[in-house]
């Protein structure tokens, strides 16, 4: 059990430090993701050779792996402009409220039902995301990084969602291999010369945050789900924002707001409450 959370601890520290890694970037996003996601599926296809799962999909899965590859590119992608439009902080906590989503769109997808209390949960989340928030919402600047953040976390609830029945039946590093990998490709028509890393230091960055933020994380994350309960790695959700933001408070000297810290705590607060239901137990 200690080892197995452990290993969830340093996932959740890889997640928190990608959004960093991708604010210190100076190359495009779109470069970002697609080489994140390929690198990422290159790197869970050599672990799955080494441990020997089986990559065999049938037509429908590869259709359904298509649409949720396509929603991964468009996640991260709405991930790191959030970063780079606002901060680190607004991009993780904006995103965090993915688990809201979830209980809003499960009832479209066949997993559980709206309450009434989710409705108070969603106007808790409002307030939060309003204290998160620089500024007036009267400038469009101001709202461009939170929404993008927002927009990630319901593209985010949707792949969480329509992986539901998938990680029922497959090996979720098969599962990843083929999302990341179409997430990469399908990025590919957007790319030219001039997103590729020029310097030494862009490409080690790049590799960085596809091999170690993405791949590894991904790895020691399912390791560790797998012996502890489903509340207790749900419970590391929670988790990323705080090590995001600690480590962009020490890396890049983006030091929240007073308003910041306090719409964070009302956003964790809500979602806290929403993965408290058995049916929402998903862990990020």
């Not at 996003?29 to 050599?46: D, I, K, S, W």
Request: glycine share 10%; with cysteine.
């Amino acid at each position: 059990m200690t080892y197995a959370v452990l290993q969830l601890h340093i996932a959740t520290f890889l997640f928190g430090l990608s959004g960093v890694v991708g604010q210190l970037m100076t190359l495009d996003v779109l470069m970002v993701v697609a080489g994140r996601a390929g690198l990422a599926a290159l790197g869970l296809l050599l672990w799955a050779r080494i441990r020997g799962i089986g990559l065999r999909a049938s037509r429908a899965q590869l259709w359904r792996f298509l649409l949720i590859g396509i929603l991964l590119a468009f996640h991260w992608t709405s991930f790191f402009l959030s970063i780079r439009l606002s901060s680190v902080a607004v991009g993780l906590l904006t995103f965090s409220c993915f688990p809201i989503f979830v209980i809003l769109l499960g009832p479209l997808f066949g997993n559980g039902r709206i309450r009434y209390g989710d409705f108070v949960l969603v106007a808790v989340l409002m307030l939060g995301l309003r204290l998160v928030v620089p500024g007036s919402l009267d400038e469009a600047a101001n709202l461009a990084g939170p929404l993008w953040g927002i927009a990630s976390g319901l593209s985010f609830a949707v792949i969480q969602l329509l992986n539901h029945a998938l990680v029922q039946n497959e090996d979720p590093v098969k599962i990843s291999i083929y999302q990341n990998g179409i997430a990469s490709l399908a990025l590919l028509p957007l790319l030219d010369a001039s997103m590729l890393p020029a310097t030494v230091s862009s490409l080690a960055q790049l590799v960085f945050l596809g091999l170690a933020c993405t791949a590894l994380a991904h790895t020691l994350f399912i390791a560790g789900m797998r012996r502890v309960s489903a509340q207790t790695a749900s419970m590391f959700t929670y988790l990323e924002p705080v090590y995001g933001i600690a480590l962009a408070a020490l890396m890049l000297g983006e030091i929240p707001t007073a308003g910041m810290v306090a719409g964070g705590v009302i956003i964790l607060g809500a979602v806290f409450v929403a993965t408290r239901r058995p049916e929402n137990n998903v862990p990020a």
